[in-house]
C-alpha cells in the first residue's frame, strides 16, 4: 500500500467512526472549548461583543436556511443504517443538484456562528481544525461507499456537482420547480434548530453573566426568552409527533 492509499484509508477509517460516534463527540467537544477558553470582548466598553453575537447569530441563520431548503426540497436519511454510512438511492435532486454535501454546509456555517459568539480564538481555531477535519474525513467516508455501490451514476454526479461549494446557477428554477415540504421540514429539523438555538441563547448569556456592567447592556433576559421560546417549540412539535397530529405528508 503507498502512502497516499494509506493516507486516504486512514481518513476513510476516521471518518466512519466519527459518522458513527458525532452525535457525542461533537456537542462534548463543543462544550469542553466553550468551558475552557474564556469568551472574547466581554470586558470592553462599547458593543464589541454585541457585534460579535449579531454576526454569530447571522451566520447561523444562513447555515439554518441552508439546511431547510435542503430538506424542504429532497430529504435524505442523514443518520444512516446502524451508525454507519448508507444510501438507498442516489440523491441529485433539489439542493443536492447544486451541492454534494449541503447538510454538512448548512451545520459547518452552524458551527462558525457558535464560535463567533464565543468569540476566543483558541476555541475559534482548534474546534475549527477538529471539524474541518472531522468532515472532511465523514464525506471521504460517504463518498467511498457511494461510489463503491452507484459506480458511474456518482461519478458522472461528482462531475457536474461542487463538493462543497453551493453552485448559484439554476437555483432560483430549482426552488421554483418542486413542491417545498413544510411539514417535513418542521418534523426533521425542529430538534436540531432548536439545539443550535439554545446553544447560542445559553452563550450570550454567560457572556452576559461574564460582563462587567460598565461594558455594555445586557442580554440575559433576551437570551432566556429566546431561549424558553426555542425549548416550547421543540417540545410542542414533539408532542405532535408523538400524537400523530403532525405527521409528514409525502412531497
Not at 34 to 49: K, L, M
Not at 150 to 160: H, V
Not at 170 to 181: E, K, P, Q, W
Not at 236 to 247: E, F, T
Request: aromatic share 12%; charged share 20%.
Amino acid at each position: 500500500m503507498d502512502v497516499e492509499t494509506a493516507r486516504a484509508s486512514g481518513l476513510v477509517r476516521y471518518g466512519e467512526l466519527m459518522f458513527r460516534y458525532r452525535n457525542y463527540v461533537f456537542p462534548l467537544l463543543m462544550l469542553g472549548l466553550f468551558a475552557a477558553f474564556r469568551p472574547a470582548y466581554i470586558d470592553a466598553p462599547g458593543t464589541a461583543s454585541l457585534w460579535l453575537d449579531a454576526l454569530g447569530i447571522g451566520v447561523c441563520v444562513l447555515g439554518q436556511l441552508i439546511r431547510a431548503a435542503v430538506v424542504g426540497l429532497a430529504y435524505i436519511k442523514r443518520g444512516g443504517v446502524d451508525k454507519k454510512v448508507y444510501a438507498e438511492s442516489l440523491v441529485t435532486r433539489g439542493i443536492f443538484a447544486h451541492c454534494r454535501n449541503p447538510l454538512y454546509v448548512g451545520n459547518a456555517l452552524i458551527l462558525l456562528g457558535l464560535f463567533v459568539i464565543h468569540g476566543n480564538p483558541w476555541a475559534i481555531a482548534l474546534g475549527g481544525a477538529f471539524f474541518t477535519l472531522s468532515y472532511i474525513a465523514i464525506v471521504a467516508a460517504e463518498e467511498r461507499y457511494l461510489a463503491t455501490k452507484f459506480g458511474s451514476e456518482f461519478d458522472a454526479y461528482c462531475a457536474r456537482v461542487p463538493r462543497w461549494r453551493l453552485r448559484l446557477g439554476g437555483l432560483r428554477a430549482t426552488m421554483a420547480s418542486m413542491r417545498f415540504n413544510w411539514r417535513r421540514l418542521v418534523i426533521k429539523e425542529y430538534a436540531s434548530a432548536a439545539t443550535w438555538v439554545l446553544t447560542a441563547s445559553a452563550l450570550v448569556a454567560y457572556k452576559d453573566w461574564l460582563r462587567p456592567a460598565a461594558a455594555g447592556p445586557g442580554l440575559a433576559s433576551a437570551a432566556a426568552l429566546v431561549a424558553v421560546s426555542a425549548g416550547v417549540f421543540a417540545v410542542s412539535v414533539r408532542v405532535l409527533k408523538k400524537s400523530g397530529r403532525l405527521r409528514e405528508r409525502p412531497g
